[in-house]
């Protein structure tokens, strides 16, 4: 099945964290051992590189706007992505492979499980004021609109809502809708804008400790389910597809 997500933006990708709480960072012989099990799986999966802070990065080499996968170890995170995903399926496939294998190679430790992340990124590409556009398609019929719409207002130079609920009441489950502008002060100074895209992020967040312990693999398969059902009847109707709209209309 294509991935549907993908139609309604320039670019949709998926990031996923696990965090840990307290730093481990194994030895080198270990780290390669996890990454060729991960390239074998993936074998595209060849560019590996260490960060200036010490994160060990493993990625595709393709070029933008392709499907592209990469993951990233860091002392107390494990982070992993795909972007211009072909089918929902493929990230499910990406994840268990990896969280399958991260707690034998790597030393992992459930006592050191704080939270997993999922987040669905959606791109919408425009050239002009993301924050006036955000805020004249979001707020215009909002109390805020007072402030940012205002005969005193000659620009809009942040508008970027991020907003969190909780999906039970231990609130251990939680989710968050953030929408993310680019334009920096200097481009609305001068009139001239870059071509840049306008980020909606739904993050999808699972913390261990409140019941019975699942495997990351488990948890990850369940945040992806639930980012499934928020996205599809909440925040692309809700967010993307409004300002998708917006963006249509100044082009």
């Given at each position: 099945?294509?991935?549907?997500?993908?139609?309604v933006?320039?670019?949709?990708?998926?990031?996923?964290?696990?965090?840990?709480?307290?730093?481990?960072?194994?030895?080198?012989?270990?780290?390669?051992?996890?990454?060729?099990?991960?390239?074998?799986?993936f074998?595209?999966?060849?560019?590996?590189?260490?960060?200036?802070?010490?994160g060990?990065v493993?990625?595709?080499?393709?070029?933008?706007?392709?499907?592209r996968?990469?993951?990233?170890?860091?002392?107390?995170?494990l982070?992993?992505g795909?972007?211009?995903i072909?089918?929902?399926?493929?990230?499910?496939?990406?994840?268990d492979?990896?969280?399958?294998?991260a707690?034998?190679?790597?030393?992992?430790?459930?006592?050191n499980?704080?939270?997993?992340?999922?987040?669905?990124?959606?791109?919408?590409?425009?050239?002009?004021?993301?924050?006036?556009?955000?805020?004249?398609?979001?707020?215009?019929?909002h109390?805020?609109?007072?402030?940012?719409?205002g005969e005193?207002?000659?620009?809009?130079?942040?508008?970027?809502?991020?907003?969190?609920?909780?999906l039970?009441?231990?609130?251990?489950?939680?989710?968050?809708?953030?929408?993310?502008?680019?334009?920096?002060?200097?481009?609305?100074?001068?009139?001239?804008?870059?071509?840049?895209?306008?980020?909606?992020?739904l993050?999808?967040?699972?913390?261990w400790?409140?019941e019975?312990?699942t495997?990351?693999?488990?948890?990850?398969?369940?945040?992806?389910?639930?980012?499934?059902?928020?996205a599809?009847?909440?925040?692309?109707?809700?967010?993307?597809?409004?300002?998708?709209?917006?963006?249509?209309?100044r082009?």
């Amino acid at each position: 099945m294509n991935n549907h997500l993908g139609a309604v933006c320039d670019e949709f990708y998926v990031n996923s964290r696990l965090h840990l709480k307290i730093e481990v960072m194994p030895e080198p012989e270990p780290v390669l051992r996890f990454l060729e099990r991960i390239s074998k799986s993936f074998p595209t999966m060849r560019k590996l590189r260490q960060r200036e802070d010490g994160g060990v990065v493993l990625e595709e080499s393709v070029h933008a706007r392709s499907p592209r996968r990469w993951l990233r170890l860091d002392p107390t995170s494990l982070r992993f992505g795909y972007y211009a995903i072909p089918a929902m399926a493929d990230i499910r496939a990406m994840a268990d492979v990896i969280l399958e294998h991260a707690p034998y190679y790597l030393n992992f430790s459930e006592l050191n499980y704080d939270h997993l992340d999922v987040t669905y990124g959606f791109d919408l590409d425009f050239r002009g004021n993301h924050d006036q556009l955000l805020a004249e398609t979001f707020w215009s019929d909002h109390p805020f609109a007072g402030l940012l719409l205002g005969e005193e207002a000659a620009h809009v130079i942040e508008s970027q809502p991020y907003l969190g609920i909780a999906l039970t009441q231990e609130c251990d489950l939680q989710a968050y809708a953030e929408i993310r502008s680019r334009s920096s002060t200097y481009e609305v100074r001068a009139g001239d804008f870059d071509s840049g895209p306008i980020s909606i992020y739904l993050t999808v967040r699972q913390y261990w400790g409140f019941e019975q312990p699942t495997s990351p693999v488990d948890t990850h398969r369940r945040l992806v389910e639930i980012a499934d059902e928020l996205a599809g009847g909440r925040v692309v109707p809700i967010l993307v597809n409004p300002l998708a709209q917006a963006i249509a209309g100044r082009r």
